[in-house]
């Protein structure tokens, strides 16, 4: 009788059919099994969010180095997507009176996390960004939610708290944001200033415990409760009180406005699907009982500007960057190997610049720019022509970059981004061709059916941008490195 083989021996062509049956969750679950089915079984990441037009409650994720769809978890009606990182999905729900309900989701797990209302006059939040791992006690967000302004939230908060608007030139507006290791986010302008938002350390909340009255000599602290049944009631009783306060002010916040408004809606519902364990009645919440925002203070800096002179392209970006900034609309902030990069991309129509000091300079429509920030130089940012065999993905999702040679259905020095004429959808911009180029085709959605890009997502296993920066450099304000200098000398003295 044959000895039996090992499962890490069985031929990468029977992995391959099997994992073509396999969903999302399970396919990721295969390829950690062992080095065998990892090397036999291509990474599902990146793939392209997409959704039907017919079903667009219901998306899938057409993975480019597989070249299939997998199906995911369907998302609340009526959700829009605001930002995507490590598997989670930040979606918006617009209620009545221009209030949004946020949450995040995880489209493999059914997972969802209601966040705190957001109570500002702006109806629209371009962009959200979170923190890696979020839990429904432990998360940390961020967002542009106007031209010029920013907002927080922490786990224990009752509401976002919305900062001061961001200091920026005349006609310059906010662009995009990206979340960085612990709690960095930098945020980047139209123009291509880049500003600092420090958010406060997360909070986790701990179990009640209590010392034994006998004195510390007698033992270490123990729980409240002893039985493992207290300790899990407890544990859910703490969770779904937060979600319960953050539904609470919702709910509060939407029936105001419908009181206010009897007229114009006098038949209007909410309507709106969550996850059994934060589902509670609706009850009118007075504003007394609300409290004060409970977010601890966060600070906004920029990167470049020293005391309270204003940002001037000129004395940041290489001519003849420093005139091309102003007619690249689409700007985005991407992190890779330790090093910050700008993503500029005409996202109008072919334009002939001329130059200040004389000359042109022809823009071509979806032409895209790598910029490349010198901390040490002036100016400061640069064009780079390649990126050393890696690629970046920009977008809502939370930019990410990845080595890309040798990955089955990519491309290494590209830029993946969203949009093209009409119907977004997958392009690739070559850096070495200067063209962009669909990317769609070859990701296995389904042919000829009308269908929308949403973001690009990715699975937390296949991460490699800001959120990993395994012990490289992050960058700081100039007014935080004078700082930092001088604390040091008291030091050495």
Same mark, same amino acid.
Not at 214 to 225: C, F, K, R, T, V
Not at 354 to 373: I, K, M
């Given at each position: @009788?044959?000895?039996?083989?090992?499962?890490?021996?069985?031929?990468?062509?029977?992995?391959?059919?099997?994992?073509?049956?396999?969903?999302?969750?399970?396919?990721?679950?295969?390829?950690?099994?062992?080095? *065998?089915?990892?090397?036999?079984?291509?990474?599902?990441?990146?793939?392209?969010?997409?959704?039907?037009?017919?079903?667009?409650?219901?998306?899938?994720? *057409?993975?480019?180095?597989?070249?299939?769809?997998?199906?995911?978890?369907?998302?609340?009606?009526?959700?829009?997507?605001?930002?995507?990182?490590?598997?989670?999905? *930040?979606?918006?729900?617009?209620?009545?009176?221009?209030?949004?309900?946020?949450?995040?989701?995880?489209?493999?797990?059914?997972?969802?996390?209601?966040?705190?209302?957001?109570?500002?006059?702006?109806?629209?939040?371009?962009?959200?960004?979170?923190?890696?791992?979020?839990?429904?006690?432990?998360?940390?967000? $961020?967002?542009?939610?106007? %031209?010029?302004?920013?907002?927080?939230?922490?786990?224990?908060?009752?509401?976002?708290?919305?900062?001061?608007?961001?200091?920026?030139?005349?006609?310059?507006?906010?662009?995009?944001?990206?979340?960085?290791?612990?709690?960095?986010?930098?945020?980047?302008?139209?123009?291509?200033?880049?500003?600092?938002?420090?958010?406060?350390?997360?909070?986790?909340?701990? &179990?009640?415990?209590?010392?034994?009255?006998?004195? &510390?000599?007698?033992?270490?602290?123990?729980?409240?409760?002893?039985?493992?049944?207290?300790?899990?009631?407890? +544990?859910?009783?703490?969770?779904?009180?937060?979600?319960?306060?953050? @539904?609470?002010? %919702?709910?509060?916040?939407?029936?105001?406005?419908?009181?206010?408004?009897?007229?114009?809606?006098?038949? $209007?519902?909410?309507?709106?699907?969550?996850?059994?364990?934060?589902?509670?009645?609706?009850?009118?919440?007075?504003?007394?009982?609300?409290?004060?925002?409970?977010?601890?203070?966060?600070?906004?800096?920029?990167?470049?500007?020293?005391?309270?002179?204003?940002?001037? &392209?000129?004395?940041?970006?290489?001519?003849?960057?420093?005139?091309?900034?102003?007619?690249?609309?689409?700007?985005?902030?991407?992190?890779?190997?330790?090093?910050?990069?700008? %993503?500029? +991309?005409?996202?109008?129509?072919?334009?002939?610049?001329?130059?200040?000091?004389?000359?042109?300079?022809?823009?071509?429509?979806?032409?895209?720019?790598?910029?490349?920030?010198?901390?040490?130089?002036?100016?400061?940012?640069?064009?780079?022509?390649?990126?050393?065999?890696?690629?970046?993905?920009?977008?809502?999702?939370?930019?990410?970059?990845?080595?890309?040679?040798?990955?089955?259905?990519?491309?290494?020095?590209?830029?993946?981004?969203?949009?093209?004429?009409?119907?977004?959808?997958?392009?690739?911009?070559?850096?070495?061709?200067?063209?962009?180029?669909?990317?769609?085709? *070859?990701?296995?959605?389904?042919?000829?059916?009308?269908?929308?890009?949403?973001?690009?997502?990715?699975?937390?296993?296949?991460?490699?941008?800001?959120?990993?920066?395994?012990?490289?450099?992050?960058?700081?304000?100039? $007014?935080?490195?004078?700082?930092?200098?001088?604390?040091?000398?008291?030091?050495?003295?």
């Amino acid at each position: @009788m044959p000895p039996f083989r090992r499962w890490a021996d069985l031929p990468p062509d029977l992995l391959c059919r099997i994992g073509e049956s396999l969903d999302l969750k399970c396919y990721a679950s295969a390829r950690g099994a062992c080095t *065998a089915w990892r090397c036999a079984l291509s990474p599902p990441s990146p793939s392209l969010l997409v959704v039907l037009d017919d079903a667009r409650c219901c998306p899938s994720a *057409a993975s480019l180095p597989t070249h299939r769809s997998f199906e995911l978890k369907a998302i609340l009606s009526g959700g829009r997507c605001v930002g995507s990182s490590n598997g989670w999905l *930040a979606l918006s729900v617009c209620l009545y009176g221009g209030q949004s309900m946020f949450s995040l989701f995880n489209p493999i797990t059914a997972t969802e996390i209601i966040l705190p209302p957001l109570i500002y006059e702006s109806r629209w939040v371009s962009k959200l960004v979170f923190a890696p791992k979020p839990a429904r006690d432990d998360f940390a967000a $961020a967002a542009i939610c106007d %031209i010029d302004r920013l907002a927080y939230v922490t786990a224990g908060a009752r509401r976002w708290a919305i900062l001061d608007p961001v200091r920026l030139t005349g006609g310059d507006q906010l662009a995009d944001v990206v979340y960085h290791e612990k709690g960095w986010v930098y945020c980047l302008t139209r123009y291509g200033d880049v500003h600092v938002l420090r958010l406060p350390e997360r909070r986790r909340r701990k &179990p009640i415990m209590v010392e034994d009255p006998a004195g &510390p000599s007698s033992g270490p602290a123990i729980p409240l409760l002893s039985s493992p049944a207290e300790r899990a009631a407890l +544990r859910f009783q703490g969770r779904r009180t937060q979600q319960q306060r953050n @539904m609470r002010m %919702i709910c509060y916040e939407h029936r105001r406005w419908r009181e206010q408004h009897p007229v114009a809606i006098p038949q $209007a519902t909410m309507k709106g699907t969550f996850c059994t364990d934060v589902f509670m009645p609706l009850r009118r919440v007075p504003p007394g009982s609300v409290g004060p925002d409970l977010n601890a203070p966060a600070t906004v800096e920029p990167l470049l500007s020293d005391g309270n002179l204003p940002f001037d &392209p000129a004395t940041s970006f290489a001519p003849p960057y420093n005139t091309v900034s102003v007619f690249t609309s689409a700007k985005n902030l991407v992190f890779c190997e330790g090093n910050m990069y700008q %993503i500029w +991309r005409n996202a109008s129509c072919t334009v002939t610049l001329q130059l200040p000091g004389g000359g042109h300079r022809r823009v071509a429509e979806n032409e895209v720019l790598v910029l490349r920030y010198y901390p040490r130089r002036q100016p400061c940012w640069d064009v780079v022509q390649d990126l050393g065999g890696y690629s970046v993905f920009v977008g809502r999702n939370n930019a990410v970059s990845m080595y890309a040679e040798g990955v089955l259905g990519l491309k290494g020095n590209c830029i993946y981004w969203i949009g093209g004429r009409g119907r977004d959808q997958g392009m690739v911009f070559d850096m070495a061709t200067g063209r962009s180029t669909p990317c769609l085709p *070859a990701a296995g959605v389904v042919p000829g059916a009308p269908q929308s890009t949403i973001c690009w997502y990715f699975l937390s296993d296949m991460v490699n941008n800001c959120n990993n920066n395994e012990g490289r450099r992050v960058y700081q304000t100039r $007014a935080r490195v004078r700082a930092d200098r001088e604390q040091d000398m008291e030091t050495e003295e």
